[in-house]
């Protein structure tokens, strides 16, 4: 079983979610919409799958840091994990900061930031591509000896205490409580596009280094949730490259081989002063601001959010099990990729898009086929195979009955 806390709390994680709905809809909040919270948890998924592999070398560099660098030896105690986890809560308010003022760091970070709502799907709404630009900044741990699977416990940990800080139920904390923690407050400050609130309290678990380094802003009027511009999609993988692709298409107007590279590491919305400047974030009318609310049939909703719960299952036993396929790179890429084509699929369908359908079709294919030919003692257990025939039938049933129902939806 994987010793990441984070993929141990998932159960967690949607036990919360649940009760928080609850919550709303006895607190008369709206915080909550279907095709927004599972492109949250579709961000997460598509975080975790891919981390799959990119821990390999994350964890991989630190570790070598450790083994040929380090400058002492920490004996693993109780003190050392405390000691640790404030250390690595410093380095991460630094990774987090830089991830909102370089453009390219903040192409990883922003993913985060795209929900125009706020609640506990949003904290699982993480970045596949963020840990290549921030792992550098934990190297110092590895310098001053602490163990890499003290690395690991402590950023779990540090990941676990944010999941709940992503939500509206609760105001305000104890002044005390408010004055050293990251709290629910503090963090919409930080996910609100109000200008004001932009760029403020980056802190993971301590709101501390904020308050030293010149970052704190208190929570005034309420938030408006996004970015300053806005993803307008449900697909998890256009997330993580939107920015991306805006950046090269910032790239190829400035002439200057000086001025792009410049481009890279300035903040987000700058540009050289001949092409306008920098564009300052904009405060909006609210009078008149609509969210992105694409609202697909109620049919597509459904197959989509019993098909949703059969991914994630699977995804857990994935992850839970990654151990088993340390020596199948084939097998771990194919189930890695058939996770994400879900993904993108459940988010096309939301959409209504017209090439859905053929995606679609792929993947209720590519399920048993993987499945039979990486995993044939799967035909050894009745049950088992029973249990898949019935449920890929069932759903091409399903959805063959419901395709024409997946048409352009309407917006809010």
Known sequence: MSLDPTIIAIPVYFLLIGLELVAHRFQSIRSYRLNDAITNINCGVTSQVSGAFLKVFTIGFYTFIFETFRFITIENSVLTWIVAFIAYDFFYYWAHRMSHEVNLFWGGHSVHHQSEEYNLSVALRQSSTQTIWTFIFYTPMALVGFHPLILLSVSGFNLLYQFWIHTESINKLPQWFEAIFNTPSHHRVHHARNPKYIDKNHGGTFIIWDRLFGTFKQEEERP?????????????????????????????????WSDRLRY????????????????????????????????????VNAYVLVQYIVLLAGTALFLFNLETFENQMIEKLVLALIIIVS???????????????????FRLVAIPASLLVLFPHILDHTILSASLATYIFGTAIWFFAIKKAIVQPTNS
């Open 264 to 299: 890279v590491f300035q903040k987000p919305g700058w540009l050289p002063d001949y092409l306008g400047g920098y564009r300052a974030p904009y405060d909006i009318d609210r009078t008149s601001y609509r969210k992105f609310d694409l609202h697909a049939a109620k049919v």
């Open 343 to 361: 993904t993108v699929s459940f988010g096309a369908m939301f959409e209504g898009r017209k090439w859905v359908s053929w995606l679609e079709i």
């Open 224 to 256: 408006t949730y996004g970015i300053t511009k806005n993803l307008n999609s449900w697909n998890p993988v256009w997330a993580n490259v939107a920015h991306y692709s805006d950046m090269l298409r910032d790239m190829r107007t400035i002439p200057k």
